[in-house]
């Protein structure tokens, strides 16, 4: 069965470092988000992609974060300057067309910023 | 963000009986309802949906049942197995507003052997 994949699984990285997260959606959906969910509270949304570009975003995905879909398979998430408070889980989700309502989630990228 | 919210924390249940997991929203621009399964570390199951026109969807095990004027779903789990212990999040959707999915606080469920 067809899945999202996500690496690195676990990323620790100090306070003010970029960083890039990785995900592989569903090789033929066209709908791509980043959600994140800090430690004891939602899975909240942060930004989905469509057809090369941001179709929405929320207010937690300032200036410092940015997606790209650099080639057929791939689904960036960049943090520029990484602080404290981005330590969550970060999960790609991928839905097929814009008829479909179920986004298929991949197993979530762990990032630790110290 | 209340918009979705799951007010138990947690449910027990034994192997064989009825799960029944609830869920409360506010934004009356929600018109389509999720529940996904998650396990630790890994990443949310999509389980099962519901569109604003139906009242009730079924598969298998698992049913899903929607109260469009008191904004409460509820999934149904019979009979309950242990492997079915995981936590259960709500979601909605807008579809006038985009495809962004509003999650609930999610529900520890424990099935008990």
């Given at each position: 069965e067809p899945e999202v994949t996500q690496t690195p699984s676990h990323q620790v990285t100090q306070m003010g470092q970029e960083v890039i997260l990785r995900c592989v959606p569903i090789s033929n959906h066209l709908y791509f988000y980043w959600y994140r969910q800090i430690l004891g509270q939602k899975v909240e949304f942060l930004v989905s992609f469509y057809n090369n570009e941001i179709s929405e975003k929320s207010e937690i995905f300032d200036d410092q974060f940015s997606v790209e879909r650099p080639d057929g398979s791939n689904f960036t998430l960049k943090i520029r300057s990484t602080k404290l408070e981005d330590s969550a889980m970060y999960f790609c989700a991928s839905k097929a067309t814009s008829a479909h309502y179920e986004q298929y989630f991949g197993p979530g990228t762990r990032l630790t910023v110290t | 963000d209340q918009q979705v919210k799951q007010n138990s924390p947690s449910l027990s249940v034994q192997e064989g009986r009825i799960s029944i997991l609830n869920c409360d929203y506010t934004n009356s621009m929600f018109d389509y309802f999720l529940w996904y399964k998650k396990y630790p570390a890994e990443g949310p199951t999509f389980l099962i949906s519901i569109s604003s026109i139906k009242d009730k969807n079924e598969d298998g095990r698992f049913t899903v049942f929607l109260n469009k004027s008191a904004k409460h779903l509820s999934l149904h789990i019979?009979?309950?197995?242990?492997?079915?212990s995981a936590v259960y999040f709500c979601a909605a959707s807008a579809s006038r507003s985009g495809s962004r999915l509003t999650f609930g606080e999610g529900t520890q469920l424990t099935v008990n052997p």
């Open positions: - | 019979v009979p309950s197995q242990p492997g079915d």
